[in-house]
């Protein structure tokens, strides 16, 4: 369990993030048109998991754009971004903020929280998920982590795109 802040107030998380070295826990979530996606869809490239709680949110909406625009063109690399926003909230944030170079997906109906460490257990916005960046190589191993102490300030976007090499 990972022990967060939430605008300073102590805040849980159901387990701890992937170590580093460890093969990234298989997923399938929801895509823009409602199609499953699974971590195996992405075989082959390098992956940006950037995990936010909510699009609709000032900072979450900041780490889909930067990764956008500094790690989202990279040919050998695809960003995940990953929320429990319903996938017409999130076709609807790219399309009004012309997001190419983002995938959106939805921990709406799966496990990924639970099994990625990163659901809330409490604090006021529990059940969502800790805002955290998680990097894999092309072949899913665990590269970069880090899971954001106070949960209303940005991930280390210098050091996440320095993960990928």
């Not at 998380?13 to 823009?32: D, H, M, N």
């Not at 971004?81 to 017409?88: E, H, N, R, T, Y």
């Amino acid at each position: 369990m990972a022990s967060v802040t939430f605008k300073g107030a102590p805040a849980k998380t159901v387990g701890e993030l992937p170590a580093v070295g460890s093969t990234a826990p298989a997923f399938t979530l929801v895509g823009r048109t409602l199609e499953e996606v699974s971590l195996d869809a992405y075989a082959g490239k390098k992956k940006v998991v950037n995990i936010v709680h909510s699009l609709d949110t000032g900072l979450c909406a900041n780490s889909a754009r930067r990764f956008n625009q500094d790690a989202g063109s990279r040919s050998d690399t695809v960003v995940l971004v990953v929320s429990k926003d319903l996938p017409f909230a999130q076709k609807r944030f790219c399309e009004a903020e012309g997001l190419t170079n983002v995938v959106t997906l939805s921990a709406f109906r799966s496990g990924f929280a639970k099994d990625w460490g990163v659901e809330l257990l409490d604090s006021p916005i529990k059940g969502l998920l800790a805002r955290s960046v998680v990097v894999l190589d092309e072949n899913n191993k665990v590269v970069y982590t880090q899971q954001v102490p106070e949960l209303t300030t940005e991930p280390d976007y210098d050091k996440a795109l320095a993960a990928l090499g």
